[in-house]
């Protein structure tokens, strides 16, 4: 696997710092951080964000994220299809081959069914700008109670209803567990439809008490990533596992040396053969 760096981690930093603490890390690629491309891009352009990633001996893998893709009104639909097209636009300018799509709250009284059905119609309409600009759209579920997906199954039964090439998934292994997804259904994946592995782990807390604050680097807390990671080599996965950490006192620290330390923590978990 590739080893990459999502901007979360380092959610103080700009982008410009994320793409010299992640070269000098070590890692392959760099999730960028939407709010860090918009703020860089206020001053500086594409070309000399393409030129630094270059330098840097960096890929950009992936624009991470639109989020609350479902259950919009008609307006903000429109300004849905609108951001879609302007980060698809971007992606492509850029030589980055996804962005990340994130499921809304799930509304009072809507059954599952509704749920896929909402979840298709959006993917399906938004799948169709990215194929324009030859860019995947990775589909990230979500393992709060309050997400209409939750769960790693429900968003890979989306996703294959889609059946489109260029929609795949995100499986966080955070949400993975707080939403009480299985190792089966990873066992159950065809691993052309997984686009993004994120790597973290998380604080030793009931599962519905969990949120991403209490997320610690891999190895450091109580998830199941040996095993996680077993799964994903029995299914062949072979795309990137990427560093998303949302921990409020990481972002204190300084960005390189967290690179360092995440990327270590991450190699340690994978094992040699990454």
């Known amino acids: 696997m590739k080893l990459a760096l999502n901007g979360a981690t380092t959610m103080k930093a700009d982008l ?13 690629a760099l999730e960028i951080w939407l709010a860090k491309l918009r ?19 960096l890929e950009p893998y992936s624009i991470n994220s639109i989020e609350r893709i479902t259950f919009r009104d008609a307006d903000s639909h ?7 097209e302007e980060l698809c636009s971007i992606a492509a300018k850029i030589k980055c081959p996804y962005i990340v799509v994130v499921p809304s709250p799930l509304p ?15 993917l399906q309409e938004l799948g169709e700008i990215a194929l324009r600009y030859d860019v995947g759209l990775a589909f990230e579920f979500l393992g709060q ?9 429900l968003a890979d039964e989306i996703v294959g209803h889609v059946a489109r ?11 993975f567990y707080a939403g009480g997804s299985t190792i089966e259904s990873i066992d159950a994946l065809d691993a052309r439809r997984l686009f993004i592995f994120h790597i973290n782990d998380a604080e030793d807390r009931p599962r ?7 997320r610690l680097l891999p190895g ?3 998830l199941p990533l040996k095993e996680i990671v077993c799964a994903l080599r029995r299914i062949g996965y072979n795309r990137a596992a990427s560093v998303e950490i949302f921990r409020p006192e990481y972002w204190e620290r300084d960005p390189s040396q967290l690179a360092s330390d995440a990327r270590l923590a991450t190699l340690e978990v994978l094992g040699d053969k990454i």
């Open 16 to 28: 410009e710092t994320d793409i010299r603490a992640a070269s000098a890390a070590g890692f392959d």
């Open 39 to 57: 703020r860089f891009l206020k001053t500086d352009s594409l070309e000399n964000l393409s030129g630094l990633l270059t330098e840097h001996s």
């Open 78 to 84: 429109q300004k849905l299809l609108q951001e879609c």
């Open 108 to 122: 009072d009284g809507t059954s599952r069914a509704e749920v896929i059905a909402e979840s298709v119609r959006v």
């Open 145 to 153: 109670t309050n997400c209409s997906v939750q769960t790693l199954a």
């Open 165 to 175: 090439p260029n929609v795949g998934l995100v499986l966080d292994s955070f949400h």
């Open 208 to 214: 519905a008490e969990l949120e991403d604050k209490h």
């Open 220 to 222: 450091h807390g109580i």
